[in-house]
């Protein structure tokens, strides 16, 4: 059965069959796309939800340091665009990262991939979907237009505001004014599923449609978001703001990254999806004028662009107003410019203009990728025949664009932001990862004129250097770092930290019980804790009180925080083990590089994460034991 389930496809086999050769012939797809639009489907993909909606987010978890995040992030995705350069090159089909996983590791590392880009393009289109409706409904209501609120929540969203106590707000609104029908409240993101359902049809009708659709939003929406940088950059110099890229932590020290390096890991979600769409580039591979030269420079022109983008629009946001401002923000960009922050309204409506082309382009972008994999899946036997057909007229393939329509519609019904924003970005972070190390698993090629070539240095000896290097200097330079890794000792955190209040004031022990029990560590705040404080009559100066909160989220934090220990250990086993490797088989760096700074990425992954990732999988475990392990093409043949 182990032979089976790495059963490996012949490169020379994918290309036979994934219309390297169907340019433009009856049943393949319809080739279409220069390096221009590719590009522009990069951006369109990159520059949407990340910027406009899970910014916020990312810059109160780490200040303006979120900046050394987005580069971070913006290496390893360059080193991985690499790989997928490298992949798309010898195999220019559909299929992206599950093509690429099929020719280098196997079968079953192909399904998982496959089923892990279902989370990635279908879960990380809810996400979108919703931050696409309330920056629409903002702009209605701008308009004077205002939708009823149950008709612009999600059910999730608005049941959690009032489990956690909200008196006001567009979801307490929600829940107290929607509809009952048989003893449920009617409560639906209408504006997200009709979306939904629009960008559907236009996919279906074809890619050329799309391809226009899509460059015209990407022009309309980089104007803007110059136009922002511009205005925005230009009054925090004038007004004096730049001291806010300095902002003093709980303990009154200006720092660059006043929640330190962990604060800005905290937010390596948020920024990781900011860059998710980057590799949906590849799934376009069929539709491409010239893939193995094309794709690449989409891919990586895009990627450019876009971190330049990001950087700068980090610096405008922290400048203009103090990290801390940005907690619960769905909308920064436009926030910045609201009459307490820069005051200057113009700029706020054609922010929530820009905002719903940028995320409408996003939503393009990812509606397309998906069906194009699971054709791809189809045509190796992994799904059933339908999911490969082509439409006739549109040369798209229509069967799986109408079941991906559906798979991003329904869950809207039942989940919300906050859900899938994480579960999009550890699948693809895992997918990354996959196509890095295969990369080094395919045999190296002799350099073709007019195809893309990833330049190959020997790692031999400079990766484990890097390795090592890192080990030693972490050592020197943060001498308790490995200590604290394996330091698992179980320690009373909740009387450690009682001993911080006064006793004579009540009984410390049953207030920091009391906080435990009644805050919700994902969503732990400052403000909440001080608050708390206060309604207990706990008559401490507020410095103390703010020691008191720092040391409560850090313990309350303590499953995270074995969470993070577990996650760098397996990390630091695996980079000794690959520098080992290294040493003896002579891998090329480019790849490894990418491997490692995508499992150093995932090491920012909660528990909850995980967990809901591993479910996921083992899902789709089931589903190609039960039809795609007898079904495969593979399987037939042998």
């Given at each position: 059965?182990?032979?089976?389930?790495?059963?490996?496809?012949?490169?020379?086999?994918?290309?036979?069959?994934?219309?390297?050769?169907?340019?433009?012939?009856?049943?393949?797809?319809?080739?279409?796309?220069?390096?221009?639009?590719?590009?522009?489907?990069?951006?369109?993909?990159?520059?949407?939800?990340?910027?406009?909606?899970?910014?916020?987010?990312?810059?109160?978890?780490?200040?303006?340091?979120?900046?050394?995040?987005?580069?971070?992030?913006?290496?390893?995705?360059?080193?991985?665009?690499?790989?997928?350069?490298?992949?798309?090159?010898?195999?220019?089909?559909?299929?992206?990262?599950?093509?690429?996983?099929?020719?280098?590791?196997?079968?079953?590392?192909?399904?998982?991939?496959?089923?892990?880009?279902?989370?990635?393009?279908?879960?990380?289109?809810?996400?979108?979907?919703?931050?696409?409706?309330?920056?629409?409904?903002?702009?209605?209501?701008?308009?004077?237009?205002?939708?009823?609120?149950?008709?612009?929540?999600?059910?999730?969203?608005?049941?959690?505001?009032?489990?956690?106590?909200?008196?006001?707000?567009?979801?307490?609104?929600?829940?107290?004014?929607?509809?009952?029908?048989?003893?449920?409240?009617?409560?639906?993101?209408?504006?997200?599923?009709?979306?939904?359902?629009?960008?559907?049809?236009?996919?279906?009708?074809?890619?050329?449609?799309?391809?226009?659709?899509?460059?015209?939003?990407?022009?309309?929406?980089?104007?803007?978001?110059?136009?922002?940088?511009?205005?925005?950059?230009?009054?925090?110099?004038h007004n004096g703001l730049t001291f806010n890229w300095s902002p003093a932590n709980d303990a009154g020290v200006k720092s660059f990254m006043p929640n330190g390096f962990s604060g800005v890991m905290a937010a390596v979600a948020g920024v990781f999806f900011a860059y998710i769409g980057f590799d949906a580039v590849s799934v376009l591979a069929e539709e491409s004028k010239n893939p193995q030269r094309d794709l690449p420079r989409g891919m990586i022109y895009s990627l450019v662009i876009c971190t330049v983008?990001?950087?700068?629009?980090?610096?405008?946001?922290?400048?203009?107003?103090?990290?801390?401002?940005?907690?619960?923000?769905?909308?920064?960009?436009?926030?910045?410019?609201?009459?307490?922050?820069?005051?200057?309204?113009?700029?706020?409506?054609?922010?929530?203009?820009?905002?719903?082309?940028?995320?409408?382009?996003?939503?393009?972008?990812?509606?397309?990728?998906?069906?194009?994999?699971?054709?791809?899946?189809?045509?190796?036997?992994?799904?059933?025949?339908?999911?490969?057909?082509?439409?006739?007229?549109?040369?798209?393939?229509?069967?799986?664009?109408?079941?991906?329509?559906?798979?991003?519609?329904?869950?809207?019904?039942?989940?919300?932001?906050?859900?899938?924003?994480?579960?999009?970005?550890?699948?693809?972070?895992?997918?990354?990862?996959?196509?890095?190390?295969?990369?080094?698993?395919?045999?190296?090629?002799?350099?073709?004129?007019?195809?893309?070539?990833?330049?190959?240095?020997?790692?031999?000896?400079?990766?484990?250097?890097?390795?090592?290097?890192?080990?030693?200097?972490?050592?020197?330079?943060?001498?308790?770092?490995?200590?604290?890794?394996?330091?698992?000792?179980?320690?009373?955190?909740?009387?450690?930290?009682?001993?911080?209040?006064?006793?004579?004031?009540?009984?410390?022990?049953?207030?920091?019980?009391?906080?435990?029990?009644?805050?919700?560590?994902?969503?732990?705040?400052?403000?909440?804790?001080?608050?708390?404080?206060?309604?207990?009559?706990?008559?401490?100066?507020?410095?103390?009180?703010?020691?008191?909160?720092?040391?409560?989220?850090?313990?309350?934090?303590?499953?995270?925080?074995?969470?993070?220990?577990?996650?760098?250990?397996?990390?630091?086993?695996?980079?000794?083990?690959?520098?080992?490797?290294?040493?003896?088989?002579?891998?090329?760096?480019?790849?490894?590089?990418?491997?490692?700074?995508?499992?150093?990425?995932?090491?920012?992954?909660?528990?909850?994460?995980?967990?809901?990732?591993?479910?996921?999988?083992?899902?789709?475990?089931?589903?190609?034991?039960?039809?795609?392990?007898?079904?495969?093409?593979?399987?037939?043949?042998?």
């Open positions: 059965m182990s032979n089976g389930l790495f059963r490996r496809k012949n490169i020379a086999n994918i290309l036979a069959e994934g219309g390297d050769d169907a340019h433009g012939s009856a049943g393949g797809l319809k080739r279409v796309l220069t390096v221009r639009d590719l590009t522009f489907f990069g951006i369109a993909a990159i520059l949407g939800a990340g910027s406009f909606s899970s910014l916020g987010g990312a810059v109160f978890s780490g200040g303006p340091g979120v900046v050394i995040l987005f580069l971070i992030t913006a290496v390893a995705c360059a080193f991985t665009a690499f790989c997928y350069s490298e992949f798309a090159s010898r195999i220019p089909v559909a299929g992206s990262a599950y093509t690429y996983a099929y020719a280098s590791f196997g079968e079953l590392f192909a399904w998982i991939i496959g089923w892990a880009l279902i989370m990635e393009y279908s879960i990380g289109n809810i996400y979108v979907a919703f931050s696409w409706s309330d920056y629409f409904t903002s702009f209605l209501s701008r308009c004077g237009v205002d939708m009823p609120h149950w008709l612009s929540t999600s059910y999730k969203e608005a049941q959690h505001a009032v489990q956690n106590g909200a008196l006001e707000g567009d979801q307490f609104q929600a829940w107290h004014t929607a509809p009952i029908v048989a003893g449920l409240r009617i409560i639906v993101d209408l504006p997200a599923l009709v979306i939904n359902v629009l960008i559907t049809y236009l996919v279906y009708k074809g890619v050329k449609e799309s391809r226009n659709f899509s460059n015209i939003m990407v022009v309309l929406k980089m104007a803007v978001v110059a136009l922002v940088i511009i205005v925005g950059g230009y009054l925090v110099f983008v990001y950087i700068l629009l980090t610096l405008v946001l922290t400048g203009s107003v103090n990290y801390r401002n940005f907690e619960g923000v769905g909308d920064p960009l436009a926030f910045i410019f609201e009459k307490q922050n820069l005051n200057v309204p113009w700029m706020q409506l054609l922010v929530a203009v820009c905002a719903v082309i940028a995320m409408t382009s996003v939503l393009l972008v990812f509606q397309m990728g998906q069906p194009r994999i699971w054709m791809s899946m189809s045509r190796d036997g992994l799904l059933p025949k339908v999911f490969q057909k082509i439409h006739p007229k549109y040369q798209t393939p229509s069967f799986s664009t109408i079941v991906t329509g559906i798979v991003v519609g329904v869950p809207i019904l039942f989940t919300d932001k906050t859900f899938v924003l994480d579960f999009t970005s550890i699948a693809t972070l895992f997918a990354f990862v996959l196509v890095c190390g295969g990369v080094l698993l395919i045999p190296r090629k002799e350099k073709q004129p007019g195809k893309f070539n990833i330049p190959y240095i020997n790692g031999k000896f400079i990766f484990p250097l890097i390795v090592v290097g890192c080990i030693l200097v972490l050592s020197f330079a943060t001498p308790k770092y490995f200590g604290n890794k394996v330091d698992f000792s179980e320690e009373n955190a909740i009387e450690k930290l009682a001993t911080m209040l006064p006793a004579a004031k009540m009984d410390t022990i049953a207030v920091v019980n009391n906080i435990s029990n009644n805050l919700s560590t994902e969503n732990a705040n400052n403000a909440a804790f001080v608050g708390l404080l206060d309604s207990m009559n706990v008559k401490t100066i507020a410095a103390q009180k703010l020691a008191v909160v720092n040391k409560f989220i850090a313990a309350a934090n303590t499953e995270q925080s074995r969470t993070l220990k577990i996650s760098t250990i397996i990390f630091w086993l695996l980079m000794i083990g690959l520098a080992i490797v290294t040493f003896l088989k002579n891998y090329s760096l480019i790849p490894l590089m990418g491997v490692s700074t995508c499992l150093y990425l995932l090491t920012g992954m909660t528990k909850a994460n995980w967990l809901w990732f591993g479910g996921w999988l083992a899902i789709g475990l089931v589903f190609y034991f039960l039809y795609g392990y007898k079904k495969s093409k593979l399987a037939q043949q042998n």
